[in-house]
Structures are given as structure tokens and as C-alpha cells.
């Protein structure tokens, strides 16, 4: 009998990072638009402890990188073995593709955040997406 084809541990790992830092990046530059932003944390002129909308913006990411990571790496771990249907694979492209192209869309204006804080925030939000994005495949991965 014939043994299932599977993706090696290595790939499975790095395809989720990727798409997950990809979908955290995303999600950064969009919330930015509606005023959600990382690097409000480190501002100095806010009388509050910890601006709720920064910390929002930090769940944000961290979360749609690790559940990012943890549906990638379970689609990959599926799609191999061809047990992934036609339309729900073409669904989540097209939604991946729609996701990134609202980032794009948000990224062209232009912004009320400062150069260096933006630069600083969008770093910030690679680390954290790509740890987050590693959580998730890790987990993802232990299961199966």
C-alpha cells in the first residue's frame, strides 16, 4: 500500500511564518488606518498608563499571526494528501489575496504616524507576527 505523501516539518514551518508574517504585516497597516497604533505605547505625552488602543492593536497582531500560522500549517499538513475541496481552497486564496491587497490599498496613503515610529511599529510587528505565526504551526504541528 501506497504511504501518504507529507510536506517536510521544515517547509510546513516556514510556509506558515511566512503567510502568518504576511497577514500580521497586513493587519498592522490596515488598523493603522483606523487610528490603532503599535507605537502609541512608547508615546510620552499620553496622561494614560497604557493606551488601550495600542494594546488592541498588539492583540490584533499577535493574533491573526498565530492562528494564521496554525491554519496554514493544518491546510498544508491536508492539502498534500489532496484532502483539502476544490472551493475551499480557492475561497482562502482569494481571501488571502483580498487581505493583501487591502494592505496595499491602506500602505499607499499617506500617514499621520511618524517615519521612524512607523518604521519601528512595522518591525515590531514582523518579530511578533513571526513568533506568533511559529507558535501556531508549532501547535499545529504537535497535534497531528
Not at 27 to 44: E, P
Not at 63 to 86: E, K
Request: contains cysteine; proline residues 4%.
Amino acid at each position: 500500500m501506497a504511504k501518504p505523501a507529507t510536506f517536510s516539518r521544515h517547509i510546513i514551518l516556514a510556509g506558515s511564518m511566512l503567510f502568518g508574517v504576511l497577514l500580521a504585516l497586513g493587519i498592522h497597516i490596515i488598523i493603522q488606518r483606523f487610528d490603532f497604533n503599535l507605537g502609541d505605547l512608547w508615546r510620552s505625552d499620553v496622561p494614560e498608563l497604557i493606551p488601550a488602543r495600542a494594546a488592541l492593536a498588539w492583540w490584533l497582531v499577535a493574533a491573526v499571526a498565530l492562528i494564521s500560522g496554525y491554519a496554514t500549517a493544518s491546510l498544508m499538513q491536508s492539502a498534500v494528501s489532496g484532502q483539502i475541496p476544490h472551493r475551499l481552497r480557492q475561497f482562502l486564496i482569494a481571501l488571502g489575496v483580498i487581505m493583501l491587497m487591502a494592505a496595499g490599498q491602506a500602505a499607499s496613503a499617506p500617514s499621520h504616524v511618524p517615519t521612524m515610529s512607523g518604521v519601528l511599529a512595522a518591525v515590531a510587528a514582523l518579530c511578533l507576527g513571526a513568533v506568533m505565526a511559529f507558535c501556531g504551526a508549532h501547535f499545529a504541528l504537535r497535534k497531528a
